[in-house]
């Protein structure tokens, strides 16, 4: 809420610049917080001190009484966790995922509705003089 608060303010700011700059300076900003997202946000907890998720369910299921049994357990798990190699999901594998594309529309077309409301009927309606 208080982004597109702010992306109000900054597109209002440079409307004296023209209307078409209302759309690229906050176009300029979320794409530089992308940029910055995908430069600095770690892909896996691991990367950066917490625990794995999979350790921790494991951890919950079943707690042995046996140490011995525990630790076999654990090694068990480290070396399956070494064979599989990390990757991330690209773009394709995540249209892929049920639900994705679907969902991608409708927030499209919803924010399509929003902004066009949000920037163009103020326009529309200082310049065709209804107050």
Same mark, same amino acid.
């Not at 525990?70 to 639900?99: F, H, M, N, W, Y």
């Not at 902004?115 to 529309?124: M, N, R």
């Given at each position: 809420?208080?982004?597109?608060?702010?992306?109000? %303010?900054?597109? =209002? $700011?440079?409307?004296?610049?023209?209307?078409?700059? &209302?759309? #690229?300076?906050?176009? /300029?900003?979320?794409?530089?917080?992308?940029?910055?997202?995908? %430069?600095?946000? =770690? $892909?896996?907890?691991?990367?950066?001190?917490?625990? &794995?998720? #999979?350790?921790?369910? /494991?951890?919950?299921?079943?707690?042995?009484?046996?140490?011995?049994?525990?630790?076999?357990?654990?090694?068990?798990?480290?070396?399956?966790?070494?064979?599989?190699?990390?990757?991330?999901?690209?773009?394709?594998?995540?249209?892929?995922?049920?639900?994705?594309?679907?969902?991608?529309?409708?927030?499209?077309?919803?924010?399509?509705?929003?902004?066009?409301?949000?920037?163009?009927?103020?326009?529309?309606?200082?310049?065709?003089?209804?107050?």
């Amino acid at each position: 809420m208080h982004t597109r608060l702010l992306e109000t %303010l900054v597109a =209002a $700011a440079v409307l004296d610049y023209g209307w078409g700059w &209302s759309f #690229r300076v906050p176009g /300029a900003f979320i794409a530089l917080g992308g940029i910055m997202v995908y %430069l600095f946000l =770690a $892909a896996y907890p691991e990367d950066i001190g917490f625990p &794995s998720p #999979r350790d921790a369910a /494991a951890n919950t299921e079943s707690q042995p009484a046996d140490v011995e049994a525990q630790l076999s357990k654990a090694t068990d798990a480290v070396s399956q966790q070494g064979s599989v190699s990390r990757r991330g999901v690209g773009l394709v594998e995540a249209c892929l995922i049920p639900g994705v594309i679907p969902f991608a529309l409708c927030l499209f077309f919803s924010k399509l509705v929003a902004y066009t409301f949000l920037y163009w009927l103020p326009f529309c309606l200082s310049q065709t003089g209804c107050k």
